[in-house]
């Protein structure tokens, strides 16, 4: 349990650091099956099993977690993914 207060205050620390809130516009290339993996990770750790460890997204905002799930949503529809990612989560929850 101190831990996680001590990885909190960290977290807490690092977002108010001037200039987090900022915008940064990234332009990358990443193979198709590099973002894949990225949005499944990314959405994995956004659910959180109840129970569970602590995950880095506890740390956060509800709005910063929005912001991360409209990322993940983004990046599919961008790079015309959201169809396999749609029916690769229903093999796994089947």
């Given amino acids: 349990m101190e831990k996680t207060m001590q ?3 960290v977290y ?6 001037p200039g987090m809130a900022e915008n940064v516009k990234l332009d ?4 198709r ?3 894949l ?5 990314l959405e994995s750790q956004l659910k959180g099993q109840a ?3 602590p995950a880095v997204t506890d740390y ?3 709005e910063t977690v929005e912001e991360l799930e409209k990322m993940v949503s983004d990046i599919l529809l961008k790079s015309e993914l959201s169809g396999l990612h749609s029916k690769l989560k229903t093999l796994q929850i089947g």
Avoid: D, P
Wanted: glycine share 8%; hydrophobic share 65%.
């Fill in 60 to 62: 956060f905002g509800s």
């Fill in 12 to 17: 807490e620390t690092l977002l108010c650091s």
């Fill in 33 to 35: 099956k590099a973002l």
């Fill in 51 to 53: 129970g569970a460890a």
């Fill in 28 to 31: 990358m290339r990443v193979s």
């Fill in 37 to 41: 993996l990225l949005a499944a990770a």
């Fill in 7 to 9: 990885m909190a205050l």
